[in-house]
């Protein structure tokens, strides 16, 4: 009897906790350009924006791949094309698959000791972007 009266009790708060969680969904879709172009410009811009030059130096961006642009975020680098995001599927997306590989990968981004890895918060937040779609509103960045 006792043991029926947790588990109601257990129930109830697992439903009450699910509720909470689907409200602070509904309460709004992440937004690509307030929520995510600013990580990528701090931890991947560096090496993924289109040619340009620094300190006379012609930079290319590496892998071919892009992160300036939705359509060049879609289209996605040379060894990965059309997989660097796949919506609905973050973990199909190259561009998640990197930020998660351990340090010691050679394919973990930003390359060890060249920048900051991208927080587990931040991480999640991309993830969640993807999971819904992988919507990018009205924000085209560089075509
Ligand atoms: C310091 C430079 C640098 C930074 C910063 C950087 N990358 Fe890279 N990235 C590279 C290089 C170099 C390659 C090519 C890897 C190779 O060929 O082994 C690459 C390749 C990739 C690829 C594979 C593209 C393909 O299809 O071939 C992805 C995906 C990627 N980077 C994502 C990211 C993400 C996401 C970030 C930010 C969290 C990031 N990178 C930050 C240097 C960088």
């Known amino acids: 009897m006792k043991n029926t009266l947790v588990f109601a009790l257990a129930a109830v708060l697992a439903l009450s906790a699910s509720v909470t969680t689907?409200?602070?969904?509904?309460?709004?879709?992440?937004?690509?350009?307030?929520?995510?172009?600013?990580?990528?410009k701090d931890n991947c811009f560096k090496c993924h924006q289109k040619e340009h030059e620094e300190n006379g130096k012609k930079k290319k961006p590496k892998g071919g791949l892009r992160l300036d642009g939705a359509a060049l975020i879609?289209?996605?680098?040379?060894?990965?094309?059309?997989?660097?995001?796949?919506?609905?599927?973050?973990?199909?997306?190259?561009?998640?698959?990197?930020?998660?590989?351990?340090?010691?990968?050679?394919?973990?981004?930003?390359?060890?000791?060249?920048?900051?890895?991208?927080?587990?918060?931040?991480?999640?937040?991309?993830?969640?972007?993807?999971?819904?779609?992988?919507?990018?509103?009205?924000w085209k960045g560089v075509e």
């Open 74 to 138: 879609i289209k996605g680098g040379k060894e990965y094309p059309d997989e660097n995001v796949v919506a609905g599927k973050p973990d199909a997306s190259w561009l998640v698959k990197t930020m998660v590989l351990p340090d010691s990968d050679e394919l973990a981004m930003p390359p060890e000791g060249k920048g900051d890895r991208v927080t587990p918060a931040n991480i999640d937040l991309i993830k969640k972007w993807i999971t819904e779609g992988a919507n990018f509103g009205a």
């Open 22 to 40: 689907s409200r602070a969904q509904d309460a709004g879709k992440v937004d690509f350009e307030k929520q995510i172009l600013p990580i990528l």
